[in-house]
């Protein structure tokens, strides 16, 4: 059971947008922590996508964003393309456990 | 470019003992905090360890405290985590990943190396 909770999976079209949910608690997201979103591509390293609940590494699609609001983030992802087809996890620092957790992840499935 | 390059991983039985390695390059390894990530077969990631500039400054996953150590060698550009009383439950590609941003919990991990397979079985 991990700590922040996303969706196991979500699937879209191509050209659809779609939204990864991270739901947190006050030990965590709530207390004001950033949260951070990787995107894991099949058989490949995690890679990081967003940081800052908001910022986009350079060389990542504006096609990517993501927001924060009390206990939750969320990763969008718009026009969406094959390529994009991966597992994604959010990340923050939880305050009651001294240390840094992940979602247990979603699987992105572009039909 | 910056790259991490981990190796030691292996099959070890349940009970013993591993040390995984990982080397650093294009960027100042010793002004970096650094961490170990892992991920259990077709699970998903778990933040294991990570060692600030100050060797002694250490924060650990609680299933780990105790049996793991993670150290650094700055001359070297290399970070380690010793791994002892190994149990079923820690068999996982473990990822070397530098920690970015302010020196503070708000940090996120970027890059990530390629991973090494760590399998505890009899």
């Known amino acids: 059971q991990s700590v922040l909770t996303q969706p196991p999976s979500v699937s879209g079209a191509p050209g659809q947008r779609v939204t990864i949910s991270c739901t947190g608690s006050?030990?965590?997201?709530?207390?004001?922590?950033?949260v951070h979103w990787y995107q894991q591509l099949p058989g490949t390293a995690p890679k990081l996508l967003i940081y800052?609940?908001?910022n986009r590494p350079s060389g990542v699609p504006d096609r990517f964003s993501g927001s924060k609001s009390g206990t939750s983030a969320s990763l969008a992802i718009t026009g969406l393309q094959a390529e994009d087809e991966a597992d994604y996890y959010c990340?923050?620092?939880?305050?009651?456990?001294?240390?840094?957790?992940f979602g247990g992840g979603t699987k992105l499935t572009v039909l | 470019e910056v790259q991490l390059v981990e190796s030691g991983g292996g099959l070890v039985q349940p009970g013993g003992s591993l040390r995984v390695s990982c080397v650093a390059s294009?960027?100042?390894?010793?002004?970096?905090?650094m961490s170990w990530v892992r991920q259990a077969p077709g699970k998903g990631l778990e933040w294991v360890a990570t060692?600030?500039?100050?060797?002694?400054?250490?924060d650990y996953v609680d299933s780990v405290k105790g049996r793991f150590t993670i150290s650094r060698d700055n001359a070297k550009n290399s970070l380690y985590l010793q791994m002892n009383s190994l149990r079923a439950e820690d068999t996982a590609v473990y990822y070397c990943?530098?920690?970015?941003?302010?020196?503070?919990?708000?940090?996120?991990?970027?890059?990530w190396g390629q991973g090494t397979l760590v399998t505890v079985s009899s």
């Open positions: 990943t530098r920690v970015s941003g302010r020196k503070g919990a708000n940090n996120w991990f970027d890059p």
């Open positions: 294009g960027f100042t390894f010793s002004g970096y905090w």
């Open positions: 060692l600030k500039q100050n060797e002694n400054d250490k």
């Open positions: 006050s030990s965590n997201i709530g207390a004001g922590f950033d």
């Open positions: 800052g609940n908001d």
């Open positions: 990340q923050s620092y939880d305050s009651s456990l001294s240390g840094w957790v």
